[in-house]
C-alpha cells in the first residue's frame, strides 16, 4: 500500500482534530490508520495519521504549503514521511554480530521498510556475513589517538551514502558530541540493561553483582550524555541464581535483538514520536 | 472530571473523523482522550472518544437527537455513557473468595468507577468479608433442581437494584442460556485458564497433566457458549516442575485477581468495543 | 505434612552432598524436595534440603549436637526450621493498605505458614480492615523528634510478641541504623520501583519522567543502606504513554502486593539463602 | 570444562540420594551442579548430576557396569551423556528461513554444544544461507505420493550422518508414525501457537479470530499425535488490536525463534528429562 504519514505534536487546543480530518477529508484521504494521545501532564496533543494515496487528490509535493497555515495556526511541530521513500539506514557494528545478523535477515525477509547501504565497523570480524547480505562492510579503525579523524571518515561515508537514520548495533566506541549533535533524533542504540539502571560499562557483570532478579535492554535514541536519551523500548527476562554472568550475556542478547529491532522498526515506520525526552509509540 | 464517552462502531469510510471532530467540535467539546482503529480485515472503523463536558455546549439530554443523523449516515452501532452516571455491578460469587475482596478492596479504594448495590452468592461463606466493605450480600441457594426458580430469584433481585453489569467472581454455577440471552455483553467471567486452552471444568488440573510451562486467566462477556465468549483480558504466568497442581491454584488466583479486575475496570470506563466475537481495548 | 528444612551454605567441596545425604539418610529421613546450587562465581555451595519428619528417627531436639561435628568439618553456616513451628510476623503499614490487605487475606487463606500477632502503624488509617481479619493494631506516631522513642516502643512490641520476621507493607518511614541492625535479614520491604532503578522517592514520578517502558516492584531484606538490601523477588509490567503517574501508581500497586506477597511465602518456607548481598531462591 | 551429566528417573526411596551421591564421591567427583526433583503427584524422583571429570577416577567406559548395580537397587531410568561427545543434529526446514538462520548463528557463536552435519529441506530456498554457514544442504521433495521414499531417503541421510537429534525448524511437513517412531525424543519441532490451544494448522490465523490477547509458541517432542508430544518449552507475547494476521505471523517469529532455541539448547545440555508425557527442565 501507498501511503503517507502524518506525526505532529502541539499544545492541546479545541478543534485540532477536526481541522486536521478536515483537512484530509478536503483532499479525500482514506485513513487507514489514525491514533492521538492527549498528554494531560505536559498538556500536549500528539499524533500521528496514516492515509492511503490512491485517491488522495492533494499532490505530496505540495502537502507542505497547503497544511502549514493549519500547523502554525495550532503551533505543531509536524513530519511527514512517504511509504514509497525507504530511509536509508546505516549499520554501526564492532565485534558483538547478533544484532547485525538479526538485522540484517529481518531486513532481507521484508520486516524493515528501509534500505541498508552500508555498515561501518571498528573490527573486520562481521565482514563476511555483511556481505553474505549484499551490504558494503566499510572498516574504520578507531583508538584513542584517532577518534575525531575516524568520525569524520564515518561521516564521509555517511553522506555519500545519503543516511537518514543510523543503528548502533552493541557499537563499543561512545560518539562525541560533535557526531551526535549532527544527528539528532537519528541515531538508536541498544544498551544492554534496563535503564536507567546499570547505564555505562559493564551491565551484565554490574547485575550479577547485585542479585537482580530480572536482567533487561533498552533502546533509545542517542544524545549528548551516555545512555540518557528517550527510550524508545525495554524489555526483561527473568534469571535464577543458576545463571552465571557468562549466562546473563547470552541471555541479554536476545533481548537486545528484539528490542533493538522493534524500536528500529518502529522509527522506520514513523511511529515514534519524541517530545521531553520521552517517546510515544504509535504501535 | 465530568466527561462524556463516545464508543462507535461502523463501516469505514471516508470523512468518518471528520463528520466525528466537527461534531464535537461544534459544540466546542475539549477532547481528553481519542482513540479508533481500523480494521482492514472486516472493513471496520471503531472508535472511543472521551470529551470534558465542561464547555460542552450540548445538553447530554439531546445528545441522541443530535447525534443520530450522523450515525445514520454512516450506519454507526453507538453507545455514550457520562462518567457522572456510575453503573451499578452485581457480584456473583461462590466459595472462592480471592476475586471477590480484590474487587471490594479496589472498589473501596476508588480503583473500580461504579457502585456495589450487591453480591449474590449460592453458600454463606463470603458474607463476612462482604459486609465488611458495606454491601449487601444476598444467598440463593442453587441445585440441579431449582436453577430456574434460582434464577428467576437472581434476576429479580437485579431488577430490583437496577444493575447494569454482573461479574463472575468464580462463580461456580453454569448461567442458563436464558439468563445470559438477557444480559448480552453485561455478564463478565474470570475463567482460570489461557482460553482457548483448557476451557470447562479443572484447568489447572488439565495444565498440569498436559505439562504446560505457563498458566493463564482469562476473562470475557458471557455468552450461551460456555467459554466463549468475547475475551477481555488474558495473562499468564510461568511455572514450573516444582509446583504440583495446588500450587498451580495458589498461582493461578493471583492471574485470576488481576485480569478480571482490568478487564471489569475497562468495561466501566467504557474502553471495550466488541465486535465480531472479539473485543478491542481502548485502553 | 510434619516437615524439616535445612539450609547451608560453604565453601565448595567435593564430598558435600555425599555427607548430607548419609547423615539424612542415617536417620531414616524422607526427603520430600531438595535442591542444591554451586556457585561458581564465588566457590560456594549452598542447599536446601526439606524432609518429613514421620520416620525420622532423630528427636529434632538433638539434631544440632548430630549435625554440627558435619558442619565443622565443611565450615557451614546452616539453620534449621520446622514446619510445626510457626515464625510470628508483625506488619508494618503507613496509610496505603493494599499490601496489608492482600498480606491479610493471604494468611486468612492459608497461603503463609505463619501467626501475625500484630500490626503497626503511624497512622489510624488501617485499624478496621486488620481487626476485621483479627489481628491487634497498634499506632505508635513517628515524628522526626520521636523516631527514636517511637522505635524503642516498636521493638518493646515485637519483642513482647515473640515476633520473627517484620514486613514493612509500604511503610513510609525510613528505619534507623539502631533498629535495622538488630533485626538482620529478618525485615522484609517492598520498594515501588525496579532497584536499583529509582531507589530512593518518589518511584513513579521519576519512572514517568524518564519514559521507561515498564515500571516495577522489588522485596528486599532491608539493610543499614537504603534501597540495597539483598533482592529477593522483583517483577514489572509494561505501561504506555496513555498512564500518567496516577495511572502507575495503581498499576504498581499490583505489582507491589504480588512482589511482597511471594517474598514473604519464600521467607517463611525457608527458599531464601542470603550471600554475599544476593540470594539464592529455592523455589 | 570436560563433563559428565547424568540423568535418572525412578519411584521415590529414602537412601537415593546418598546412594548416588556416594557412588560419585566414591570416584573423587567434583559436582558442578545438581538438582533433584520429587513428583510427590506420581511419587517419582528426578535428577540431573553434573560433575567434573579432571578428577574423577573412574574411566567412563567402565561407568555403566560400575553403576548399574545402584540403578538395578532403585530400578532407575538413566544414561549419561559427556560434554566431549558432542550431538549430532539434523536441522529440517521448509521455506520459512528464521529458526534455521537463527539455529545456524546460535551454533557458530558457541552457544550450542552440538554438530550440525546436515539440513534437509524438501525446497532449495535456505541453500545459501545454510552453505553460508558451512553446512551441507539436502534438498528431498515431498509429496503426497512419495512421502515413504522422501523418509527413507531422510533416513539414509540421517544414518550416513550419524544424527542424535533431529530439530523441525518450522519444517511445514507431518512426519509419518514410522520416522517418529524410530526417534523417540529425538525430534523437537516447534508449534506456534500456546499449545494446546491452536494445535494443527494456521494457528496465527486461528488465534487472530478467537481474539486472544496473547500470541504464543511451542516447542515439543514430536510423538506421533500431532502437536501432543512432551512441552519443553513456552512463551507467549501480548497483541492489540491494531495487529493483523500478518502482524502476528511476524511477531510470532520471534517467540518461534527463542523457544525453539531454548528446547535445542535444553536437548542437547541434558537438561530435560520426560516422564508422564512431561517434561522436568533442569535449567
Known sequence: MNTAT???????????????????????????HSDQHQDSTDDLFLMRVEWDLTDFTLDMASFAPA???????????WTVALSAERPRVAIFVSKYDHCLVDLL?????????????????????CRAVTEFYGVPFHVIPVSKDNKAEAEAAQHALLQANHVDLIVLARYM?????DFTAQWPQRVINIHHSFLPAF????????????????????????????DD???????????SHREDVE?????????????????????????????????????
Open 6 to 32: 502524518l506525526l505532529i505534536s502541539c499544545p492541546d487546543q479545541k478543534g485540532l482534530s477536526a481541522a486536521i480530518a478536515n483537512f484530509l477529508f478536503t483532499y479525500n484521504a482514506n485513513i487507514v
Open 67 to 77: 497544511f502549514q497555515p493549519i500547523a502554525d495556526r495550532f503551533s505543531m511541530k
Open 105 to 125: 535477515h529481518r531486513h532481507q525477509s521484508g520486516e524493515l521498510a528501509c534500505d541498508i547501504p552500508l555498515v561501518i565497523s571498528n573490527h573486520e570480524d
Open 173 to 177: 566506541q561512545v560518539l562525541s558530541h
Open 199 to 226: 547505564d555505562g560499562a559493564k551491565p551484565y557483570h554490574r547485575a550479577f553483582a547485585r542479585g537482580v532478579k530480572l536482567i533487561g535492554a533498552t533502546s533509545h535514541y542517542v544524545t549528548e550524555i551516555l
Open 229 to 239: 536519551g528517550p527510550i524508545i523500548e525495554q524489555d526483561v527476562q527473568r534469571i
Open 247 to 283: 549466562d546473563l550475556v547470552l541471555k541479554g542478547r536476545d533481548l537486545e535483538k528484539v528490542v533493538l529491532s522493534r524500536a528500529v522498526k518502529w522509527h522506520l515506520e514513523n511511529r515514534v514520536l519524541v517530545y521531553a525526552n520521552k517517546t510515544v509509540i504509535f504501535a
